[in-house]
């Protein structure tokens, strides 16, 4: 059975409504583990003590999926400080023994918002569409050499009725259970 890892960047999952159901909805699916990063890092994640831990982490799995709650049009800042800390050391400082092995491994984004998707739009409240406020992650996508793939989205994320988070939970089971059908397992090979 192939690897599906869920690195879930959420500042306090206890008080999460949205973020947490998905990662029940996901950590319910065979093969998939997901892992709270801010329970593991409560006081930040650093290069030097923690990048070897988190590049084995990337290293042995077969997809990975970032999880998070879009922030003022942004990652929460552990995710960037994760992406300093073990990108930088796999890519930039580890490439031959770290980062080109983790090149071709699918990437998928779910996400949570606060509005309506309306609101994504030229001339929206926000101005821009989601995949516009997702670019960075993308252009990290692509200059990791990670597959990138359509994110899930869950917009009025903090708004939702039980039954609609119930249905949301639901959906993001059918497409991470989908995707990991339609993605192959990641095949390393040594440096």
């Not at 490439?95 to 990437?107: F, H, M, S, W």
């Not at 793939?149 to 939970?169: C, M, N, R, T, W």
Request: aromatic share 8%; hydrophobic share 50%.
């Amino acid at each position: 059975m192939t690897k599906t890892l869920v690195l879930l960047f959420h500042r306090d999952l206890s008080a999460s409504k949205a973020n947490a159901a998905l990662a029940a909805a996901a950590g319910s699916l065979p093969g998939v583990e997901v892992i709270d990063m801010a329970a593991l890092y409560p006081d930040g994640i650093d290069m030097v003590r923690d990048g070897a831990r988190e590049a084995q982490r990337l290293l042995s799995a077969d997809r990975i999926v970032l999880q998070f709650p879009i922030q003022w049009y942004a990652t929460p800042a552990l995710l960037k400080a994760w992406q300093d800390a073990v990108l930088t050391r796999m890519f930039y400082l580890a490439y031959e023994q770290e980062g080109r092995l983790l090149e071709g491994t699918p990437l998928m984004i779910a996400a949570t918002a606060g509005n309506v998707p309306e609101a994504y739009r030229p001339g929206g409240r926000n101005l821009f569409p989601m995949i516009d406020l997702l670019a960075p992650l993308r252009a990290t996508a692509h200059r990791c050499g990670l597959g990138w793939s359509e994110p899930f989205i869950v917009y009025q994320a903090d708004k939702l009725s039980p039954e609609a988070l119930g249905k949301a939970a639901a959906d993001y089971g059918v497409a991470l259970a989908g995707w990991i059908a339609a993605t192959p397992g990641q095949q390393r090979t040594a440096a």
